[in-house]
């Protein structure tokens, strides 16, 4: 390895650690998952002969992918066994700056991994289909391929109309609200004729083991979740944004955190995500 590294090639770990993060989260879903892959990556650089690496970042943003892709393998057929739905982890933020959602997450999970990586590594991150092509050793058209058939997927995904910020955060003030203080008649005023529920448990905590569709069976449903809180009071810790949709996070009194993220069309809630799964809370401890 030569020692002398030339001061313009050296990477800003700074900059390009949050940056191959969001790469690696956004391929895998889990926060520990990524947090490891780019602690790998970073050690091959530290290992790798610098007379063979032009560009530090290119380095590293394939080592980072092809890492994604060798873990994906692996974790698909761990998610065969998953008990109940599979949600990602949930990354709480001020604001909705957020440029992959946690719907638009739900559905990356549902394409191949070499889709998702060119889709991810063109569409979100702006690489050009010859660093892609790098990236997931495949040819630069099969590389616009992938990322077109993944697009045709995603498109469905991407909301209408953006809610607005103040207007998506009283939304979930007001459904955490009635879904505490048990106000059903407030709470069916805030659903979609056809909301779905999603609750990630993994088998750790009680939670649906089945996605609940419409809006009779959502009010079925909470009607249970109502009664059983009335018993077992939670704490808003914050509301904020979940994935880049309006939610909150809340303690439960089982001593865990829990997140609820909502997907909102037309000012109606279209879909409820409940994080419960402990292992994929730890973080926001």
């Given at each position: 390895?030569?020692?002398?590294?030339?001061?313009?090639?050296?990477?800003?770990?700074?900059?390009?650690?949050p940056?191959?993060?969001?790469?690696?989260?956004?391929?895998l879903?889990?926060?520990?998952?990524?947090?490891?892959i780019?602690?790998?990556?970073?050690i091959r650089?530290?290992?790798?002969?610098r007379?063979?690496?032009?560009e530090?970042?290119a380095?590293?943003?394939r080592?980072v992918?092809?890492?994604c892709l060798?873990?994906?393998?692996?974790?698909?057929r761990?998610r065969?066994?998953?008990?109940?739905p599979?949600l990602?982890?949930?990354?709480?933020?001020?604001?909705?700056?957020?440029?992959v959602?946690?719907?638009?997450?739900?559905?990356?999970?549902?394409?191949?991994?070499?889709?998702?990586a060119a889709?991810?590594?063109?569409?979100?991150f702006g690489?050009?289909?010859?660093e892609?092509a790098?990236?997931i050793?495949?040819?630069?058209?099969a590389?616009?391929?992938?990322?077109?058939?993944?697009?045709?997927?995603?498109?469905?995904?991407?909301?209408?109309?953006?809610?607005?910020?103040q207007?998506?955060?009283?939304l979930?003030?007001?459904?955490?609200?009635?879904?505490r203080?048990?106000?059903?008649?407030?709470?069916?005023?805030?659903l979609?004729?056809?909301?779905s529920?999603?609750?990630?448990?993994?088998?750790?905590?009680?939670?649906?083991?089945d996605?609940?569709?419409?809006f009779?069976?959502?009010?079925q449903q909470?009607?249970?979740?109502?009664?059983?809180?009335?018993?077992?009071?939670?704490?808003?810790?914050?509301?904020?944004?979940?994935?880049?949709?309006?939610?909150?996070?809340?303690?439960?009194?089982?001593?865990?955190?829990q997140?609820?993220?909502?997907?909102?069309?037309?000012?109606?809630i279209?879909?409820?995500?409940?994080m419960?799964?402990?292992?994929?809370?730890?973080?926001?401890?």
């Amino acid at each position: 390895m030569t020692n002398a590294e030339p001061e313009h090639t050296a990477p800003d770990f700074g900059v390009l650690g949050p940056k191959l993060r969001r790469v690696a989260y956004r391929m895998l879903g889990s926060v520990a998952d990524a947090e490891d892959i780019v602690h790998e990556a970073f050690i091959r650089w530290m290992r790798a002969d610098r007379s063979d690496v032009r560009e530090p970042e290119a380095f590293l943003c394939r080592t980072v992918t092809r890492l994604c892709l060798d873990q994906l393998k692996s974790a698909r057929r761990r998610r065969e066994s998953y008990v109940g739905p599979w949600l990602p982890d949930p990354l709480v933020e001020e604001d909705d700056e957020e440029d992959v959602t946690l719907p638009l997450m739900m559905v990356l999970e549902r394409l191949s991994p070499l889709e998702r990586a060119a889709f991810l590594l063109h569409d979100v991150f702006g690489l050009g289909y010859q660093e892609v092509a790098a990236a997931i050793q495949r040819e630069p058209a099969a590389c616009r391929q992938l990322a077109a058939r993944a697009r045709t997927h995603v498109r469905e995904a991407r909301p209408r109309f953006k809610v607005e910020k103040q207007r998506g955060l009283a939304l979930a003030e007001a459904f955490f609200a009635a879904s505490r203080n048990g106000d059903m008649k407030a709470l069916g005023a805030l659903l979609a004729a056809d909301v779905s529920a999603h609750a990630d448990g993994g088998g750790k905590r009680p939670a649906a083991t089945d996605v609940v569709l419409g809006f009779d069976a959502v009010m079925q449903q909470y009607e249970r979740v109502v009664a059983w809180l009335q018993e077992n009071r939670s704490t808003l810790v914050r509301i904020g944004f979940v994935n880049g949709l309006p939610g909150f996070v809340t303690l439960e009194a089982d001593g865990e955190l829990q997140t609820t993220a909502l997907d909102i069309e037309d000012g109606k809630i279209a879909a409820i995500y409940v994080m419960r799964n402990p292992d994929k809370l730890r973080h926001l401890h």
